[in-house]
């Protein structure tokens, strides 16, 4: 039996709320790390590691300009530019 995009929807859904709710914050952040990671690399194989910095700047600027110094990134990034 196949459910309708709607029906199937809601399942998917309920079970995301309800094993979220569940969650530790350790899991959580666990999650979270690990599915960024993921989101990262697949960000870098599209269309290379500039468009990763420019993913991580638009989540949190000041952090990653901290960490662009501390990796000497600020080069790479302005030839680009």
Same mark, same amino acid.
């Given at each position: 039996?196949?459910?309708?995009?709607?029906?199937? %929807?809601?399942?998917?859904? *309920?079970?995301?709320? %309800?094993?979220?709710?569940?969650?530790?914050?350790?899991?959580?952040?666990?999650?979270? #790390?690990?599915? #960024?990671?993921?989101?990262?690399?697949?960000?870098?194989? %599209?269309?290379?590691?500039? #468009?990763?910095?420019?993913?991580?700047? +638009?989540?949190? +600027?000041?952090?990653?300009? +901290?960490? #662009? *110094?501390?990796?000497?990134?600020?080069?790479?990034?302005?030839?680009?530019?």
């Amino acid at each position: 039996m196949t459910l309708s995009i709607k029906e199937y %929807d809601k399942v998917v859904r *309920k079970f995301v709320n %309800d094993y979220v709710n569940n969650l530790t914050p350790d899991q959580l952040r666990e999650m979270v #790390s690990e599915q #960024s990671h993921i989101d990262f690399e697949n960000i870098r194989q %599209d269309t290379g590691q500039i #468009s990763v910095w420019e993913e991580m700047a +638009s989540w949190d +600027s000041e952090l990653f300009e +901290s960490i #662009s *110094k501390e990796f000497d990134l600020e080069e790479q990034i302005d030839e680009l530019y």
